[in-house]
């Protein structure tokens, strides 16, 4: 594997339902992130995680509770979701952060496609 | 909070043509980032600008930025099948986190 990995591509959950979200970088970068993709809405950074300590947290509800166990492996826990947190969720990793460096570049996975009923 | 708006929201094209999409901001950025997301796929970087009135190309696309920093295009000259997409551009200031334009959305027929 290389890349940003993430798992499932595909969830569908219902309200009261616990889930986690799953990304792996196989880069050797040393910073990950979390994204919310909605439809007709920019990319909303969720979190940020430096050398496995969050760093940003964008004033995400509290039913998102990241987890970093290594460099490599970013979770994302879900419970009592709502139907409007129905989106693509992406992790992303780049080498540092914050890197100072304007041309430092977020490798992006595929992205966990979430539907809440 | 910078705001990136891009125009069109949405364009549909024959193979062959030549398009522009624009992003634009009424905050001056260090640098300014174009990334591509093809359907089920994440965004992927196509280039970085850091400098006002900077030109890069890559094959049969051309990136401009601004020469005051504050807006950015990006030109595709014979379009093809394959360049189908979500155009994002991404902006940062200094020492901030990536900041993300609504995208465009292109679709481009044999």
């Known amino acids: 594997e290389t890349g940003v990995t993430q798992t499932p591509r595909h969830l569908v959950m219902g309200m009261t339902n616990k889930k986690s979200l799953k990304c792996e970088q196989h880069l050797g970068h040393n910073a990950m992130y979390w994204y919310k993709q909605s439809a007709k809405k920019p990319l909303e950074l969720m979190f940020v995680?430096?050398?496995?300590?969050?760093?940003e947290n964008n004033s995400v509800p509290s039913r998102f509770s990241p987890e970093c166990p290594n460099s490599s492996h970013l979770f994302l826990h879900l419970h009592t979701l709502q139907p409007e947190d129905s989106a693509l969720y992406l992790c992303?990793?780049?080498?540092?952060?914050?890197?100072?460096?304007?041309?430092?570049?977020?490798?992006f996975g595929p992205g966990t496609r979430l539907t809440v009923l | 909070t910078q705001l990136l708006e891009q125009s069109p929201q949405f364009l549909s094209i024959q193979e062959g043509e030549n398009l522009t999409v624009y992003c634009n901001s009424s905050s001056v950025f260090s640098s300014l980032q174009w990334y591509r997301q093809e359907p089920g796929e994440g965004p992927v970087l196509l280039v970085t600008?850091?400098?006002?009135?900077e030109v890069k190309k890559l094959k049969r696309l051309t990136f401009q930025f601004g020469d005051a920093r504050k807006d950015s295009s990006l030109h595709i000259t014979a379009a093809q099948t394959g360049d189908t997409g979500l155009y994002l551009c991404a902006a940062t200031s200094g020492y901030s986190t990536l900041t993300f334009g609504k995208g465009t959305m292109l679709l481009v027929s044999p």
């Open positions: 995680y430096s050398l496995e300590e969050r760093v």
């Open positions: 992303a990793s780049s080498q540092d952060w914050p890197s100072g460096l304007s041309t430092d570049t977020q490798y």
């Open positions: 600008v850091v400098t006002g009135g």
